[in-house]
């Protein structure tokens, strides 16, 4: 397939031609516009097949994407695999592989790993079977003919290895490199590593044969999604009223989807359909998220919680006195640059041994957080119970604080200590409780969506708190709070759940 990398010409995502109707940052919540669009107009809403299906589209074309970023860092380093050849007056004749780096390769095989995998959700054979249930056609049938001729010369090709007596094709060797070595435990992957260091050519082999594999799929996928978006092949749009959540108003343009919480943390699946956010809100909260990612514990838990960036890199931090850093999404670098007790080493009595960094994160602004908090519970009920839920009034001073920062009476509440980091993000809120319980990497915080004083705290919720007021600056914040006693308003059940 010629051309492969030859993407069709477009505006944006989607094909359209986009220009900005207003100003992002002063743009006020027009109450006017929120009843016009509540009251004037019907608010239609795909159902949540459709949206499921829209958000499948439009997560396997990203990932696509993303994987074409460790693509580009390959060719500019030459992806082909080469001999070095040495040697000394009078000595022997010494040979060597080379392949690109082995960081960027690895780079490329994990984020490919969500589009080659079987039991991946976005497994790209069971993406072109959703494609083709849905448009049916001589057109589309020959786009299919070719991407799956291609495939099966790929798996054809390249050279088969024999490692422990098995003969690995590329396809196995690449699943072999992911499982055993990238993603798999620290004691399977070291074992597996000594195991290949016995042999350093056979090692370097299976790893080349492996991205090659990656890369040649790579190129064809891309083609694929790039073919059937510009000969418009895939499912239609469900129709949708262009109604933003945050900012109540119908005006501007809807050419983006957004992410609940930032996909930079890792929410792959908590997706807001277009037209449910308007580009100049999305490029509003972009800016706050990116500031709050800079901050502890997000700065530290995405490092840790995270398998890549979206840029198709392991995430990485550098800190004032401190730099961590993944090579691969199982082994972490911590590299310190001074100060006596920038890291501490404790060996606990199971012994497990745990280090503690201090100095990481820049300065805490409890306002950004919650207005990152709210905007996330907000998308969230918005997924759960529609439109019309988030856009009724007893969340204008909620989305009015998400948005612009407009101090409220309300609060954030953050556990004074954390576990481990996990991978999980998870969204509960209470109908008859003004405030979200959100889950981000282990770490649970409390923020009011209402102008009311939080009750006690939910079960489970540690026991000492931080409390921040919204409606003070940074500087007058941090006091802490009692939060022993009864749950959260004798026990209320949550509203809603939406985890990623």
């Not at 290949?196 to 790893?207: F, H, I, Q, T, V």
Request: proline share 6%.
């Amino acid at each position: 397939m010629p051309g492969m990398y030859r993407a069709p010409k477009m505006a944006d995502s989607e094909g359209r031609q986009v220009a900005s109707a207003h100003p992002t940052t002063e743009r006020q919540i027009s109450k006017g516009a929120r009843r016009a669009g509540l009251k004037g107009m019907a608010v239609h809403d795909p159902t949540p097949d459709e949206r499921n299906e829209e958000i499948l589209q439009y997560r396997f074309r990203n990932q696509i994407l993303i994987g074409l970023n460790p693509v580009k860092r390959i060719a500019k380093e030459g992806e082909s695999l080469g001999v070095n050849l040495s040697w000394k007056e009078g000595g022997p004749l010494v040979s060597s592989l080379r392949h690109p780096d082995e960081q960027t390769m690895a780079e490329l095989m994990v984020v490919m790993g969500d589009l080659l995998r079987p039991e991946s959700d976005l497994y790209y054979e069971r993406v072109v079977e959703f494609v083709r249930k849905r448009v049916p056609g001589q057109q589309l049938e020959e786009v299919l003919r070719r991407f799956e001729n291609a495939v099966n010369g790929i798996n054809r090709g390249g050279m088969n290895l024999t490692v422990d007596g098995q003969a690995l094709t590329p396809r196995e060797a690449y699943l072999r490199i992911l499982t055993s070595i990238l993603e798999a435990d620290d004691t399977k992957a070291l074992e597996e590593e000594q195991k290949l260091a016995g042999n350093p050519p056979l090692r370097d082999m299976l790893w080349f044969s492996g991205y090659s594999y990656c890369l040649d799929m790579h190129r064809a996928l891309f083609w694929l999604s790039s073919t059937l978006l510009k000969q418009r092949l895939l499912p239609k749009e469900a129709p949708r009223t262009e109604l933003c959540i945050y900012c109540a108003s119908a005006d501007g343009t809807f050419t983006t989807r957004e992410h609940s919480l930032p996909e930079s943390l890792g929410n792959s699946h908590s997706i807001l359909p277009r037209g449910w956010v308007c580009d100049d809100c999305q490029s509003a909260f972009s800016a706050i998220e990116g500031e709050v990612l800079k901050m502890a514990p997000f700065a530290v838990t995405r490092i840790l919680a995270t398998r890549y960036t979206k840029e198709g890199r392991f995430p990485s931090g550098r800190f004032s006195k401190v730099h961590i850093r993944k090579t691969r999404p199982n082994r972490l670098v911590v590299e310190v640059y001074g100060g006596k007790r920038t890291i501490i080493h404790t060996d606990e009595p199971n012994g497990v041994s745990s280090l503690k960094l201090r100095g990481l994160g820049g300065r805490f602004d409890h306002v950004k957080v919650a207005r990152m908090l709210i905007k996330g519970a907000l998308g969230a009920i918005a997924l759960e119970r529609g439109r019309k839920e988030v856009l009724a009034s007893k969340y204008d001073v909620a989305r009015r604080f998400a948005l612009h920062g407009k101090p409220f009476a309300g609060r954030l509440v953050l556990p004074a200590e954390t576990g481990p980091p996990q991978r999980i993000m998870r969204i509960k809120w209470w109908d008859d409780l003004p405030a979200a319980l959100i889950n981000i990497h282990g770490v649970e915080m409390l923020v009011s969506l209402n102008p009311h004083e939080l009750p006690d705290l939910p079960d489970g919720f540690e026991h000492r708190a931080k409390v921040f007021e919204l409606d003070q600056p940074v500087e007058c914040v941090n006091q802490e709070r009692d939060a022993s006693g009864p749950s959260a308003g004798g026990g209320e059940q949550p509203g809603g759940e939406v985890s990623s």
